[in-house]
């Protein structure tokens, strides 16, 4: 079973206010990704690290922002919540090397903004 | 035109029925196929992955890819309740993408008793 922890699950914050997602894991893996999902719809990738100091942005643009000062942990960050962020974010981590990539996945945070 | 198409459903069938799902994609140059499964407020879980075209089985799960027609498949034989959840493809480039992912939106699949 994958090792891969989000907090909070769910939270529910009014606009304006400054959040931080937290995702961490503790499998020692050097790639982990944030994901945007909501109903109906595709993930889609907002941020991706390779390793610590690494950061860079995905294919769907976001005001988000991330860090990884440690391989196993990778916070995102909302300055400013807006009703526009609502939505279901999704960490997950792979290992840097292999053929594939078998991504795991955390249970998520479902984020409402008012 | 989205990269990977996956008809949504729900999809609904009675228990111990075969359970067909598929995606399309667009980029010929996709070379990793994977099926993942999600449950309601969880995370994805990877079910089955194909390199390249071909078949590959695992118990009640078989998965298809066709690369000539650009479509992928997921059988679910003799489908139990405990399968009813959302079905994403996924599909990447290989190992020079740094595991970028393209995900279908997903098909919500309903298996009644």
């Known amino acids: 079973e994958a090792d891969i922890y989000q907090t909070p699950r769910y939270l529910v914050i009014g606009t304006g206010k400054k959040i931080t997602l937290e995702c961490s894991q503790t499998?020692?893996?050097?790639?982990m990704y944030w994901y945007q999902q909501d109903p109906g719809m595709e993930l889609h990738l907002i941020h991706y690290?390779?390793?610590?100091?690494?950061?860079e942005k995905g294919d769907l643009s976001s005001e988000s922002t991330v860090s990884r000062i440690r391989t196993e942990h990778f916070p995102l960050t909302l300055e400013s919540a807006r009703p526009s962020h609502t939505s279901q974010y999704l960490c997950?981590?792979?290992?840097?090397?292999?053929?594939?990539?078998?991504?795991?996945f955390g249970p998520g945070t479902r984020l409402t903004v008012l | 035109q989205k990269e990977v198409e996956q008809d949504p459903g729900p999809l609904s069938v009675p228990e111990g029925a075969i359970v067909s799902l598929n995606c399309t994609y667009s980029?010929?140059?996709?070379?990793?196929f994977m099926w993942y499964r999600q449950y309601s407020r969880k995370g994805p879980e990877l079910l089955m992955y194909?390199?390249?075209?071909g078949n590959k089985e695992d118990g009640r799960f078989t998965a298809q890819v066709d690369k000539s027609s650009k479509y992928i498949s997921l059988f679910i034989r003799d489908s139990q309740p405990s399968d009813s959840a959302t079905y994403l493809c996924?599909?990447?480039?290989?190992?020079?993408?740094?595991?970028?992912?393209?995900f279908g939106a997903g098909t919500q699949v309903v298996v009644t008793p």
């Open positions: 997950a981590s792979s290992a840097l090397s292999g053929r594939y990539n078998e991504q795991f």
């Open positions: 499998m020692g893996h050097d790639k």
């Open positions: 194909t390199y390249s075209s």
């Open positions: 690290s390779y390793g610590v100091n690494s950061t």
């Open positions: 980029n010929s140059a996709f070379q990793y």
């Open positions: 996924a599909m990447t480039l290989g190992t020079d993408s740094w595991g970028k992912l393209q």
